[in-house]
C-alpha cells in the first residue's frame, strides 16, 4: 500500500497561484496512477486531475482544464499540482490518492486504494 502526505495549500487570493505537492513512501509508487481530488464544505467530494503511472498521460476536471498541471517526479516519489489562477470556488481540502498499477489516470473515486490526509485550500476575493 502507498503512503501519502499533501503539502502546500494556505491561503492566497483569487488570480493566485499555489502549488501542491504529494510525497509517497512504498515500492509501488513507481507503476501506480495518481490523482488529486478535493471536498468543499458541504460538498461531495470531486475529481481534479490524475496522471498515468508514467506520466505519459494527464486527465483534468473541466473546471481546472487550463488553469491546473499534473505532474510526477518517480525519481522522487512525488507528485504535483500546480494551481493557477485560482478562483473563489477552487476553495476546498485537496487530496491526493493512488491507483491502479499501470493505469493510465482515472477519474472514478473507487479505483483508488489509498489516500492522503488532505491539505486545505483557501481562495480569497
Known amino acids: 500500500q502507498v503512503q501519502l502526505v499533501e503539502s502546500g495549500g494556505g491561503l492566497v487570493q483569487a488570480g493566485g497561484s499555489l502549488r501542491l505537492s504529494c510525497a509517497a513512501s512504498g515500492r509501488t509508487f513507481r507503476r501506480v496512477e495518481m490523482g488529486w481530488f478535493r471536498q468543499a464544505p458541504g460538498s461531495e467530494r470531486e475529481f481534479v486531475a490524475a496522471?498515468?503511472?508514467?506520466?505519459?498521460?494527464?486527465y483534468y476536471a473541466d473546471s481546472v482544464k487550463g488553469r491546473f498541471t499534473i505532474s510526477r517526479d518517480n525519481a522522487k516519489n512525488t507528485v504535483y499540482l500546480q494551481m493557477n489562477s485560482l478562483k473563489l470556488e477552487d476553495t476546498a481540502v485537496y487530496y491526493c490518492a493512488a491507483g491502479a498499477s499501470y493505469g493510465l489516470g482515472s477519474a472514478r473515486e473507487h479505483e483508488y486504494d489509498s489516500w492522503g490526509q488532505g491539505t486545505q485550500v483557501t481562495v480569497s476575493s
Open positions: 496522471i498515468g503511472w508514467n506520466g505519459d498521460s494527464t
